[in-house]
Nanobody, 124 residues
């Protein structure tokens, strides 16, 4: 059973940067797809922000391309989301998530393991 713990959220001004970290305890993450999802204020569902399926297969939501970068360290069981040039619309709770590699999906409903979330607020 995986346990995911996020950190690194906070309040930042427009154009600023944040680095979110996800530490995973339990089995090695090498057997899982790892991703970051977010749930904006007033939104009912989480949406995929960045998902790493493989080294050469990474999904980024259109609204974060060239601003965010996801990376994973299987040896350290960690996943990082580097966020640059933040905008007010990036304000959300960001969740680290994991799913077994037989589930190839960016839909949050199909992901099994979740962290508690970390708040990111971008002020203008």
């Amino acid at each position: 059973q995986l346990q995911l713990t996020e950190s690194g959220g906070g309040l930042v001004q427009v154009g600023g940067s944040l680095r979110l970290s996800c530490v995973v305890s339990g089995p090695t993450i090498s057997d899982y797809y790892m991703g970051w999802f977010r749930q904006a204020p007033g939104e009912e569902y989480k949406t995929a922000t960045a998902v790493t399926f493989a080294t050469d297969n990474i999904y980024y939501a259109a609204y974060v391309k060239r601003r965010f970068r996801i990376s994973r360290d299987n040896a350290q069981n960690t996943v990082v989301l580097e966020m640059n040039n933040l905008k007010p619309e990036d304000t959300a709770v960001y969740y680290c998530a994991a799913v077994q590699k037989d589930v190839y999906s960016i839909h949050a409903s199909q992901w099994r393991f979740w962290g508690q979330g970390t708040q990111v607020t971008v002020s203008s």
